[in-house]
């Protein structure tokens, strides 16, 4: 059926083919409307966190990162033989100093796919006792560089 088949009264057509129009142009910005190329995404992402420091700071990072992801709704950590669709590795020991009373941390977080295929890498800083902030924007910089493939997450609710 096309989009002026649904209305037949005189008065109605044009308000029906500007609904139309309003509807194929907001469709062609969603990401991956030109040219066929959909991204459908049919589960949430796998990913995986992978650590190159062993201390403690660097290993409570990785739990932040673990729950920021596992929280988002969007991501499942990989198990059972699954493929990994992402893999985040803090390659190694978060740097840290002390500024009066408090440790400023700066993080580096390395973004692979399947295949060891290299997406990107967020960088920053936060506060020690405030590490879910940086495991957060570590997150907004994941989805960044998963928009970029066909491993993009499906956000819930969403067309």
Not at 39 to 68: E, H, K, Y
Request: hydrophobic letters at 35%; proline letters at 4%.
């Amino acid at each position: 059926m096309h989009c002026a088949d649904r209305f037949t009264y005189p008065g109605m057509l044009n308000s029906g083919l500007r609904a139309c129009s309003f509807a194929l142009a907001i469709a062609s910005l969603l990401p991956g409307a030109a040219c066929g190329e959909g991204r459908i995404r049919t589960g949430p992402v796998t990913f995986d966190i992978r650590t190159g420091g062993d201390d403690g700071l660097t290993q409570r990072f990785a739990d932040a990162l673990d729950a920021t992801f596992r929280g988002s709704g969007l991501f499942v950590l990989g198990s059972d033989g699954r493929p990994i669709d992402l893999v985040v590795t803090v390659p190694a020991s978060l740097k840290w100093r002390r500024i009066g009373r408090r440790e400023r941390v700066t993080y580096v977080a390395e973004f692979s796919g399947r295949g060891n295929q290299t997406l990107g890498e967020s960088k920053g800083s936060c506060w020690d006792s405030d590490l879910p902030r940086c495991a957060s924007q570590v997150l907004r910089d994941a989805n960044v560089v998963l928009s970029r493939t066909d491993r993009a997450p499906e956000k819930k609710g969403s067309l």
